[in-house]
């Protein structure tokens, strides 16, 4: 059983930054890569940042290149998603997510992943 906890949230001015982190627990041994998505109510998921575990490479979308980045955390299967220049539309709900023992043909699709966390709250004013 796997599980993904993130952390990192909170309140910041527009301009400035935040770090999420995501860490595995479980049976993890056949993660094929991690992502994070946000979602504001009543809309889809969107894919923000995705890092695969063979590789290490990386997607964004296009609404957060050259401000955010995916990366490995210093602990094991832990990855952070640094946030700079953030803007009020980078506001809603944050969820790591996983994918584990199966292909990821559309890294930025939540259809792809198979495990999630709760999600932590990210406030831009």
């Known amino acids: 059983h796997v599980q993904l906890v993130e952390s990192g949230g909170g309140s910041v001015q527009a301009g400035g930054s935040l770090r999420l982190s995501c860490a595995a627990s479980?049976?993890?041994?056949?993660?094929?890569?991690m992502a994070w998505f946000r979602q504001v109510p009543g809309s889809e998921r969107e894919g923000v940042a995705v890092?695969?575990?063979?590789?290490?490479?990386?997607h964004y979308a296009d609404s957060v290149k050259g401000r955010f980045t995916i990366s490995r955390g210093s602990a094991r299967d832990t990855v952070t998603l640094e946030m700079n220049a953030l803007k009020p539309e980078d506001t809603p709900m944050y969820y790591c997510?996983?994918?584990?023992?199966?292909?990821?043909?559309?890294?930025?699709?939540?259809?792809?992943?198979?495990?999630w966390g709760q999600g932590t709250q990210v406030t831009v004013s």
């Open positions: 479980g049976y993890t041994y056949n993660r094929n890569c």
């Open positions: 997510a996983a994918a584990f023992g199966r292909v990821v043909n559309s890294p930025l699709s939540e259809f792809d992943y198979n495990v």
């Open positions: 890092m695969f575990t063979s590789g290490g490479a990386t």
